[in-house]
T-cell receptor, first 113, second 114 residues
Framework: GENVEQHPSTLSVQEGDSAVIKCTYS??????FPWYKQELGKRPQLIIDIRSNVGEKKDQRIAVTLNKTAKHFSLHITETQPEDSAVYFC????????????FGTGTQLKVEL | NAGVTQTPKFQVLKTGQSMTLQCAQDMNHEYMSWYRQDPGMGLRLIHY???????DQGEVPNGYNVSRSTTEDFPLRLLSAAPSQTSVYFCASSHTGVSYNEQFFGPGTRLTVL
């Protein structure tokens, strides 16, 4: 079936450094790629998303890039802060065989002081 | 608006028992879905619905049933609970089943099957 691969599974950075999380997808018809942040014991919440007709989108310290040809997209967090520590999930909207959101396996980001 | 609500928050079942996880949304969303979250495996889609009376299977549907009789409610039924169904279950909804719509998640139900 269609899947989304996410790397790395864990990421540790120093406060103020940048963090990059990468995802690849298999369905070439996918046209929407959201990123979710999940704090411990909480529900996932959308932090940024990108559509397939856009190559890059930025919102303050967070940016997402999309390479449709290579079928991969990335989350970039600059000037990381302790409150950025969480699990981050990428996802791709799959249209083949029904309309559904397929998630990556998650990245545990730890921002150390 | 309460958004997406789920009950119960926690549940312990014995193998073979059945139960229903409740999910409701008050945003008049057409699209609703159920995910399970297991360590290291992300969020996996169980079932989804693009509107009242319409449901479809996701990635891991076995052992679960759903129905969508109203726009607001989307219950998930475990027919005969198994230890492999121990997980955290999230319900989500979005305006429509077309992409570009933010999925809003409920607070989750933590289920343990002994």
């Amino acid at each position: 079936g269609e899947n989304v691969e996410q790397h790395p599974s864990t990421l540790s950075v120093q406060e103020g450094d940048s963090a990059v999380i990468k995802c690849t997808y298999s369905d070439s018809a996918s046209n929407y790629f959201p990123w979710y942040k999940q704090e411990l014991g909480k529900r996932p919440q959308l932090i940024i998303d990108i559509r397939s007709n856009v190559g890059e989108k930025k919102d303050q310290r967070i940016a997402v890039t999309l390479n449709k040809t290579a079928k991969h997209f990335s989350l970039h967090i600059t000037e990381t802060q302790p409150e950025d520590s969480a699990v981050y999930f990428c996802a791709a909207w799959i249209t083949g065989g029904g309309n559904k959101l397929t998630f990556g396996t998650g990245t545990q980001l730890k921002v150390e002081l | 608006n309460a958004g997406v609500t789920q009950t119960p928050k926690f549940q312990v079942l014995k193998t073979g028992q059945s139960m229903t996880l409740q999910c409701a949304q008050d945003m008049n969303h057409e699209y609703m879905s159920w995910y399970r979250q297991d360590p290291g495996m992300g969020l996996r889609l169980i079932h989804y619905s693009v509107g009242a009376g319409i449901t479809d299977q996701g990635e891991v549907p076995n052992g679960y049933n759903v129905s969508r009789s109203t726009t607001e409610d989307f219950p998930l039924r475990l027919l005969s609970a198994a230890p492999s169904q121990t997980s955290v279950y999230f319900c989500a909804s979005s305006h429509t089943g077309v992409s570009y719509n933010e999925q809003f998640f409920g607070p989750g139900t933590r289920l343990t099957v002994l």
